[in-house]
Nanobody
């Protein structure tokens, strides 16, 4: 079983930036994605990146503000790490952000089988 662990959530003022990352315990060779769930709402897709890191997909609500990348030279297996850089944050971005991974490198918005526990991102107005 692959473990996925998120880090980097927190509190930021509207217009600010925040970076969240996640590390998988093993190579998955498929898309990694971020989803979020706000109180009282369903979980929604945010962004995804393929295994090679050369294809990304973003929800319209975050396009142009969020950037997803793969790789961390500090990690022994860099491709197991994905980072979501969030800029121009809005109060409506407040949610628990979940990282997910899968073994298939297609359909970036669905089919994830490995999930993290989530990290809280709160944007104050």
């Amino acid at each position: 079983q692959v473990q996925v662990v998120e880090s980097g959530g927190g509190l930021v003022q509207a217009g600010g930036s925040l970076r969240v990352s996640c590390v998988a315990s093993a190579r998955t060779f498929g898309y990694s994605g971020w989803f979020r769930q706000a109180p009282g709402k369903e979980r929604e897709f945010v962004a995804a990146i393929n295994w090679n890191g050369d294809d990304t997909d973003y929800a319209d609500s975050v396009k142009g503000r969020f950037t997803l990348s793969r790789g961390n030279p500090e990690n022994p297996v860099p491709e197991n790490t994905v980072s979501l850089q969030m800029s121009s944050l809005k109060p409506e971005d407040t949610a628990v952000y979940y990282c997910a991974a899968k073994t298939i490198d297609t359909t970036p918005r669905s089919g994830y089988i490995f999930w993290g526990q989530g990290t809280q991102v709160t944007v104050s107005s």
